[in-house]
């Protein structure tokens, strides 16, 4: 599944870079989206561990 979201957020990053062609968008756009699946990856594993 983490891969899956991993391809699927890479083809947006070159969708996205394709289409603006501007590197601190892609930069800024990379970061956030890797900090949010990071933050959902900790969240689950946490959450299981509780339950």
């Not at 890479?10 to 969708?15: A, G, Q, Y």
Request: positive net charge; contains cysteine.
């Amino acid at each position: 599944m983490m891969a899956g979201l991993f391809v699927i957020f890479l083809f947006s990053i070159l969708l996205i870079w394709l289409k603006w062609n501007n590197t601190a968008i892609v930069v800024v756009l990379f970061n956030l989206i890797l900090c949010a699946l990071m933050l959902c990856y900790h969240a689950t594993s946490i959450l299981n561990i509780r339950l």
